[in-house]
């Protein structure tokens, strides 16, 4: 989410390259950059385009990092972007955010205008509470669908998962829930698309009742084409424009609800 402004959290790709040049000798690093150019491979976007969570589940296999990784993403503060989310929650505007982040930020923003967990929102980031999407109390909802940084476990648990190329039933049942309804729309911000070792192969063979609002983030654009995939099958259209814009009007809506 690049175009977000200063939350103090490391964006996925300057996260992965800050860990390889933790654990990786300098000397190590350039040869390895410099043979993989040599071969006409450009090694950094293949690290670009591998995802944030298999790239974790592969360097803890000899690294201890996951701890660091967790307390990194607990930290940070609420930028305007998730104080939006919050107003629009709090109005009523918006009823559930699905977020594949591991970071509290929406969570903290929520607090900061007063609402409290369990009290005025839910939080989902388990497996348990997954497989129980239908019960939930009717509250405002976050649902977590890579886990969330406030337990580690979770975060384990689907690194492992996304790594092995597998999403599990919950997060399967948080899709369709979400999805898998013709009532109101999607709005997705902030998202690559490129979830191809779990989610996208999910969103393929969702039944298409929801109308997708993709927005992706293309600074001095003003376009609205066709969906492209993973949402190819859904109604709706893509917006190629500056994310920013789109929060601007979002917090406008608010001042006139």
Request: glycine share 8%; hydrophobic share 40%.
């Amino acid at each position: 989410m690049s175009w977000d402004p200063p939350s103090a959290l490391p964006l996925a790709d300057e996260l992965k390259f800050y860990v390889l040049e933790q654990i990786c000798d300098v000397d190590d690093l350039r040869g390895l950059y410099q043979s993989r150019l040599q071969q006409g491979k450009d090694i950094g976007e293949k690290i670009r385009s591998y995802p944030l969570e298999a790239f974790l589940e592969g360097i803890s296999e000899n690294h201890d990092i996951l701890a660091s990784i967790a307390e990194a993403f607990r930290r940070g503060s609420p930028n305007i972007n998730h104080i939006t989310f919050a107003r629009l929650l709090e109005k009523g505007l918006v009823r559930e955010i699905v977020t594949t982040n591991f970071d509290l930020l929406i969570e903290k923003a929520l607090e900061q205008i007063g609402w409290s967990a369990a009290a005025d929102f839910n939080v989902y980031f388990t497996e348990e509470e997954f497989s129980k999407i239908g019960m939930h109390l009717g509250l405002p909802a976050l649902f977590k669908i890579h886990g969330s940084a406030s337990e580690e476990g979770s975060m384990r648990i689907t690194l492992s998962q996304v790594a092995s190329h597998m999403l599990s039933q919950g997060r399967a049942n948080v899709l369709e829930h979400f999805l898998g309804s013709e009532k109101g729309d999607a709005l997705v911000l902030g998202y690559s698309a490129s979830d191809d070792f779990d989610i996208n192969p999910a969103l393929s063979i969702i039944d298409p009742k929801k109308r997708i609002i993709f927005v992706s983030h293309t600074p001095g654009a003003h376009e609205v084409g066709e969906l492209q995939q993973p949402f190819r099958n859904f109604r709706g259209y893509r917006m190629s424009c500056d994310t920013s814009e789109v929060i601007e009007r979002l917090r406008r809506l608010l001042t006139d609800a």
